[in-house]
């Protein structure tokens, strides 16, 4: 017999790493942190702007966050995802 732990499903986790407009990065991060699931959004220095991290309950669900959501924002140029394994 399970116990309640073991089924219980872990939440989905992904990290976006995001390029935006120069100049517009705390407009997007205050968007990103306006987002449901959205973690945490932080400035970044290197080849990306911002990096969020995304909790859902279902992988269907981070892809609903990413595409509907994030890739929507304004001055929002381009994203990279990785999908947490477990």
């Keep these: 017999m399970r116990n309640s732990q073991e089924m ?11 390029n935006c ?3 517009h990065e705390s407009d997007v991060i205050e ?3 306006s987002i449901k699931g959205i973690k945490e ?3 970044t220095s290197g080849p990306y702007d911002i990096l969020c991290n995304i909790e859902a309950s279902t992988v269907e ?10 890739r929507k924002i304004p001055d929002l140029i381009s994203t990279t995802t990785l999908i947490k394994s477990y």
């Design 61 to 70: 669900s981070l892809r609903e966050i990413i595409e509907q959501k994030i």
């Design 21 to 23: 407009q120069a100049g």
């Design 41 to 43: 959004a932080i400035r």
């Design 31 to 33: 968007q990103l942190r």
């Design 8 to 18: 219980v499903q872990p939440l989905q986790t992904a990290f976006v790493m995001v």
